[in-house]
């Protein structure tokens, strides 16, 4: 474990809609966290793989016992597949980064892994007894503290990931975050895909749609505030490929989690210090994939305006900026730090 | 700044990292906290159902077979006896006006016919508990009771799923009757329920008085209830079912009777006393409003024993200062699983011994 020679460090990110990877050989890849398994001899045949990860895994999902394991960013305790599935994804994106698992000789692994906070609170122990063996090193975090690691945004700061299961936001004052410096919310990603989706079927009732094209249509289109045009989508009516305009459910669903997220924000910041409030204020970090919402960051920043009003930054690359910040606590982490974590 | 003063910020900022990152692998390298340690361990050593079955496995497996048998024929009888064999409510469809004349709240697409809920004979009923509905009271745009900064939708699900956690940590099975923030109404909770055949409903709510009542906990089961408080509370919280206070009390008539009345009493004493032990520590100012029944939708068409828990009070300042604190609504959820377990614990022995 010494030779540092021998030693490869990795970040990931494992989210409730993507993961993503990032290692100290300079790889970095993402892949959406759903994994399947073949129904059936059938399925087996056609699909030539006991198990499928990914974009693949969503394209081939009629023929697979498809598993979103961080659903509402939590894995469900009890639930066999979901942590088989969390280990799939984590050993698919080892492999990805170019660790080849069957090999006698390669390189120790030290992993640092971000969870949504929710997971980290109430399934930690078992993440890790289900990590555990496919790296050497394993140390798991909570992902907006990743985050802020990645960012050095370790005081005055408040960290707003939006992600697809949860929201979670983390004050940071200087030491390790504490429950009390975190909350959790479920209006995300997938609490607009819900409102999108029940939008859609009751303004459309002829329409045949699924929460996964209302996902496609909200990451392609989504927007918060004026829109900047007419939104439409082709879905199939009875059969029949039909135009429908989806602009004005497309903005409710999104606007949805403006409220509780600037309600949440609202809520934490006068817990800050009072001599560090505007500080703090002035540095709330969003990231996660659903803060790429277009209009969400001034929509949330002018929520601050009822206490003096603050400014929002978005970081430059949220698909990265967990599995970033993992890999920058895997890099320096000491190696008694690693030999205490030893997996 | 000087050189100097920047090297020093530099190793101020390098002293932080080290700082975190020791107390991150800290954080790895700890164990549960304490309630989780417990469930885990109620696991290992089996539920009660669970040991009995391992103790007395030739003579439960008797047992349950006489009472699956005498379940089969209960229903059979159900099926084909008349009004005396099964007291169940059937009630006349609610006439549209009916509704709206009796009361002022909105009344949302109206539904024509109630779901009368089966009665349950006493001889078949202890079945053991296993499979559990939380509900998480209100949701979506239905905010509940609240606060300046809180909404009662928000608290009950974040009590509701702590409170999932440890019951299947304690080896029941769950089903939560909403899984985010959205619109549920009462009917589709209790649908949910029934339609799941599940052994218990615990419906989570947060209390809310106007004036100078005194703010405290307090657990309901189903029943009629002439205090004008209650009244009010049952028609806050029946609000989206559709029926007036009028047509539930035709309903209530033909329930009261009804075995689950007694287990739901039962559950809600479990429920009330482990709360009120479990909070006075934490909330020495929270009053025992004890157990009580009111007319609540969501108890009067569910087919199992159900209880609903006003498990803090919203328009108390503390009590609102103390739900914003994860720990404290972590402690809610113990005492509700504490509740439900001591009641499971009491049926399964009731089992064990044969009757």
Request: proline share 5%; with cysteine.
């Amino acid at each position: 474990m010494t030779d540092r020679q021998k030693v490869l460090n990795v970040g990931i990110d494992l989210g409730t809609s993507r993961s993503a990877i990032s290692a100290s050989n300079g790889q970095r890849h993402v892949v959406e966290s759903y994994v399947g398994w073949p129904v059936d001899m059938v399925a087996r045949k056609v699909l030539k793989r006991s198990v499928l990860i990914g974009s693949d895994a969503v394209e081939n999902r009629t023929m697979l016992d498809l598993h979103r394991p961080l659903e509402r960013g939590l894995v469900k305790e009890g639930s066999k597949k979901d942590l088989d599935a969390v280990r799939q994804l984590l050993n698919h994106l080892l492999e990805l980064a170019g660790i080849d698992l069957e090999a006698k000789k390669r390189p120790s692994v030290r992993a640092v892994v971000g969870v949504p906070a929710e997971a980290m609170r109430v399934n930690k122990q078992q993440l890790r007894s289900t990590l555990e063996g496919a790296v050497d090193s394993l140390m798991i975090v909570s992902e907006p503290f990743a985050v802020a690691y990645g960012l050095d945004a370790l005081l005055h700061s408040l960290i707003v990931d939006i992600g697809a299961g949860t929201s979670d936001f983390c004050i940071m004052r200087g030491h390790f975050p504490t429950e009390e410096d975190q909350r959790t919310l479920v209006a995300a990603g997938d609490s607009i895909d819900e409102n999108l989706l029940k939008l859609v079927q009751e303004h459309h009732p002829e329409a045949q749609v699924s929460v996964y094209m209302v996902r496609e249509w909200k990451e392609k289109h989504g927007f918060v505030g004026k829109p900047q045009g007419r939104v439409k989508v082709t879905v199939p009516v009875k059969g029949t490929p039909t135009e429908i305009d989806i602009t004005d459910d497309l903005r409710s669903a999104c606007e949805s989690i403006v409220e509780p997220l600037v309600e949440t924000m609202l809520d934490l910041l006068p817990r800050v210090d009072p001599e560090f409030q505007a500080k703090v204020r002035n540095n709330v970090i969003l990231s996660g994939g659903c803060s790429l919402l277009s209009g969400l960051r001034p929509a949330l920043q002018d929520g601050l305006d009822p206490i003096g009003g603050g400014n929002i930054q978005s970081v430059k690359d949220a698909v990265f900026a967990g599995a970033e910040g993992c890999l920058a606590i895997a890099l320096d982490a000491e190696d008694e730090d690693w030999d205490r974590l030893v997996s | 700044m000087t050189a100097k003063d920047g090297e020093d910020t530099a190793t101020a900022n390098r002293r932080q990292r080290r700082h975190m990152l020791r107390a991150a692998v800290a954080d790895n390298m700890a164990k549960p906290r304490d309630p989780r340690v417990r469930s885990k361990h109620a696991r290992a050593t089996a539920p009660a159902s669970t040991r009995a079955a391992g103790k007395r496995g030739t003579i439960l497996a008797g047992i349950a077979l006489s009472l699956v048998a005498v379940t089969a024929g209960a229903l059979m009888l159900r099926r084909e006896a008349g009004p005396d064999m099964a007291p169940v409510a059937t009630p006349s469809p609610v006439a549209p006006g009916v509704a709206a004349s009796s009361s002022s709240l909105p009344s949302p697409a109206v539904p024509q016919t109630f779901e009368a809920p089966a009665a349950v004979d006493r001889s078949v009923f202890p079945l053991a508990v296993r499979r559990v509905v939380v509900d998480a009271g209100h949701g979506g745009a239905d905010h509940g009771a609240s606060a300046s900064d809180l909404a009662e939708k928000d608290i009950t699900f974040d009590i509701a799923t702590r409170l999932q956690q440890r019951l299947e940590d304690g080896g029941f099975e769950v089903l939560m009757t909403r899984e985010g923030d959205h619109h549920l109404s009462l009917r589709e909770r209790v649908q949910m329920a029934n339609a799941n055949h599940a052994d218990l409903f615990i419906s989570v709510h947060v209390n809310w008085f106007d004036g100078t009542s005194v703010p405290g906990i307090e657990t309901y089961y189903l029943g009629a209830t002439e205090d004008p408080e209650l009244m009010a509370l049952a028609q806050r919280e029946n609000r989206e079912s559709g029926y007036s206070l009028g047509d539930l009390r035709q309903l209530l008539d033909g329930v009261y009777a009804d075995f689950r009345q007694d287990e739901s009493r039962r559950l809600a004493g479990k429920v009330q006393r482990s709360l009120y032990r479990s909070l006075l520590p934490v909330s020495p100012e929270l009053r025992d409003r004890g157990v009580k029944t009111a007319p609540f939708v969501v108890l009067v068409a569910t087919e199992m024993p159900a209880i609903l828990a006003e498990v803090s009070c919203l328009s108390d300042r503390r009590e609102a200062e103390r739900l914003k604190r994860p720990r404290y609504r972590d402690h809610i959820a113990e005492a509700l699983f504490e509740g439900i377990r001591a009641y499971a614990r009491d049926i399964n022995q009731t089992i064990e011994k044969g009757t």
